[in-house]
Structures are given as structure tokens and as C-alpha cells.
């Protein structure tokens, strides 16, 4: 069997570390970079002792020297080392599995010019039950059609950095295109004062940051007389970490382009 060799970048990161143990215990793939920032603590450090088994990969800040040695990076870090480490994954020929959220238009621009060289997957959620929600809010949001006020409510744990998350903005993008809206002109993110009316065209979002909460997710109808609620709640880091696994099959099988899990699990 030939395995893929998975480079991990943000190694000692919350994600990190679950995909270091997904690739791991995987028989298809095989751990052969991790990368931290250079005035991390764990530098050095053997990659496998982050989640109790040591696996003779030591982590480095030498991104370069590490792509060298691996068919894909799978970066959960900040849109800003994400861009760095995608400038070295293009001159390396290196595909690369992005899960980064919070990035700029620019950043985004950066990544699909990237993946004119190299495959890109670039998801705001690896989650399969995620992405199959992204498949019943279209259907949903089609048929409930202009009736319905739309209001999408996201919570994560308190040590998220960007908000609203980059979920809730997808859900936003596939609610509003399913309505033939454009999300960037009507969404309202949080509401103070005397607001008015609600006009019935806005997608509203709201955030609340707490404790541990690994990711919940609420798209709500709300019509007349009656409420629609889709939601999404995450256990665990663990399906997004195999879903990055299976993005990371994915690009085995493709030269360049810029995909997202829809197209990994086949659901466009
Ligand atoms: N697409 C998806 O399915 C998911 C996406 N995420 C996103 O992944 C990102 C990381 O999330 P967590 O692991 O919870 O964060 P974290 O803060 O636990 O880990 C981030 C890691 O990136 C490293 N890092 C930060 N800035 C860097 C830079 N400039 N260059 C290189 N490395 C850098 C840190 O040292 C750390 O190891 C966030 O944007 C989050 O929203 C998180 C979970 C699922
Ligand atoms: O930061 C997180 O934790 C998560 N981020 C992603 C997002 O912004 O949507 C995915 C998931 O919700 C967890």
C-alpha cells in the first residue's frame, strides 16, 4: 500500500496534536514532518510524545526541509503561517490540506492562486456531519425560501481567536446562496441598541465564546407560527482531524486545483 507522507504544521496546537494521533494510528499515511514556530518550547521535541507515543519524527521550524520528505501539509495554524507555509508548499510541489479559518479576501486570493500549482483542500470544517448539514441547509433554506428569517448562532471554546467561525460564515454563504442573496451585503454580525425592525433580507449571526466547547453550530427559521433549528455539535477534535486524513487521500489523486471537503466527499 502506498502511504501518504503527512507533514503537520502547528504541531503542538489543539489540532495538531489530533492529527498527529489520527496519522498515527493510520495504516495508510505516514507522519514524516511537524512543525512549530521557532520560539516554541517544542522544538526538538519528538512529535509522537505530544500525544504519548514517540514516532521518531522530530518537531522543527525548517518548513522547507520538511516538505522536502511529504506529498501534503496539513496546516491548522493562523492565517498568517498558513500563507507563509503555502509559499513554501508551492515551490516545494507540495499539496496542502488548509483548516485555518479567519483568513482576509487577500489570504484567500493567495490560497487559490496557489492551487493553480499545487492541489489545495481548504475547508473551515473537515467534519463529515458538518458538511452533510452545509447539504441540508441548501435543501432547507430552498424551501422555506423568503418566509423565514434566518439567524445562524455559533459557540466555541475561549480560546478562539476569530469570530464568527469560519463555519458559521459557510453556512451563511450556502444559506445565502440558496436564496439568491449576497452574504456580504446582508449580514448583520450582532445587534446593540436600537436596532430597528428586523428586515427580513438580513442574515444574522451571533457568537458565544465559553469554557471548552469544541463547536456547536445552530442555522434557525424562524417563521410564522413556527421555528426551523439545524444544528451541529461537536464532541470532539477527532472528526476533523479524519476528515483532513481523507482530504489528504483526496489530493494524492490530483496534480493542482482548489477544492473543500464537498468536493473530497463527493457531495457537489
Ligand atoms: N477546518 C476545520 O475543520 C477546523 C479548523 N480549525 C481552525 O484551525 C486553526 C487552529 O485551531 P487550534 O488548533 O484550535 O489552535 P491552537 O491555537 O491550539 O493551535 C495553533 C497552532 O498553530 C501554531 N501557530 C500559530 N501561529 C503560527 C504562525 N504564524 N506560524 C506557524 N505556526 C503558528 C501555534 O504555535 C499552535 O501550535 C484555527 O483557525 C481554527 O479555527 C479548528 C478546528 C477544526
Ligand atoms: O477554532 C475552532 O475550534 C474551530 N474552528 C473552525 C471554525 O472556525 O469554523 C471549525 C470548528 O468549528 C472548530
Known amino acids: 500500500m502506498n502511504q501518504v507522507r503527512i507533514a503537520i504544521a502547528g504541531a503542538s496546537g489543539r489540532m495538531g496534536r489530533m492529527l498527529i494521533e489520527a496519522t498515527l494510528k493510520a495504516d495508510d499515511a505516514v507522519l514524516v514532518a511537524a512543525f512549530e514556530r521557532?520560539?516554541?518550547?517544542?522544538?526538538?521535541?519528538?512529535?509522537?510524545?505530544?500525544?504519548?507515543?514517540?514516532?521518531?519524527?522530530?518537531?522543527?521550524?525548517?518548513?522547507?526541509?520538511?516538505?522536502?520528505?511529504?506529498?501534503?501539509?496539513?496546516?491548522?495554524?493562523r492565517p498568517e503561517g498558513t500563507l507563509q507555509h503555502l509559499a513554501l508548499a508551492r515551490a516545494a510541489g507540495c499539496g496542502m490540506v488548509?483548516?485555518?479559518?479567519?483568513?482576509?479576501?487577500?489570504?484567500?486570493?493567495?490560497?487559490?492562486a496557489a492551487a493553480r500549482d499545487i492541489p489545495v483542500v481548504f475547508a473551515p470544517n473537515m467534519?463529515?456531519?458538518?458538511?452533510?448539514?452545509?447539504?441540508?441547509?441548501?435543501?432547507?433554506?430552498?424551501?422555506?425560501?423568503?418566509?423565514?428569517?434566518?439567524?445562524i448562532i455559533e459557540a466555541h471554546?475561549?480560546?478562539?481567536?476569530?469570530?464568527?467561525?469560519?463555519?458559521?460564515?459557510?453556512?451563511?454563504e450556502v444559506v445565502a446562496g440558496a436564496l439568491g442573496r449576497d452574504l456580504e451585503s446582508c449580514a448583520i454580525y450582532g445587534r446593540e441598541g436600537v436596532t430597528g425592525e428586523r428586515d427580513g433580507q438580513t442574515i444574522g449571526f451571533a457568537t458565544v465564546r465559553g469554557g471548552d466547547i469544541v463547536g456547536d453550530h445552530t442555522v434557525l427559521f424562524a417563521g410564522i407560527g413556527e421555528r426551523i433549528e439545524i444544528t451541529h455539535?461537536?464532541?470532539?477534535?477527532?472528526?476533523?482531524?479524519?476528515g483532513s486524513l481523507r482530504a489528504a487521500r483526496f489530493l494524492a489523486a490530483h496534480k493542482a486545483g482548489l477544492f473543500d471537503m464537498q468536493d473530497v466527499l463527493g457531495l457537489k
Open 127 to 151: 467534519a463529515v456531519g458538518v458538511n452533510a448539514v452545509f447539504k441540508l441547509l441548501d435543501v432547507a433554506a430552498r424551501i422555506l425560501n423568503e418566509d423565514y428569517d434566518v439567524e
Open 98 to 112: 488548509i483548516g485555518t479559518t479567519g483568513f482576509s479576501a487577500e489570504g484567500k486570493a493567495e490560497i487559490a
Open 233 to 242: 455539535k461537536s464532541g470532539s477534535r477527532m472528526p476533523y482531524a479524519s
Open 38 to 77: 521557532p520560539e516554541s518550547t517544542f522544538i526538538g521535541k519528538d512529535a509522537g510524545d505530544l500525544v504519548g507515543s514517540s514516532c521518531g519524527v522530530t518537531i522543527t521550524s525548517d518548513v522547507a526541509e520538511g516538505l522536502a520528505k511529504a506529498d501534503c501539509l496539513i496546516d491548522f495554524t
Open 157 to 172: 471554546h475561549r480560546l478562539k481567536v476569530d469570530a464568527p467561525s469560519g463555519t458559521a460564515l459557510r453556512m451563511g
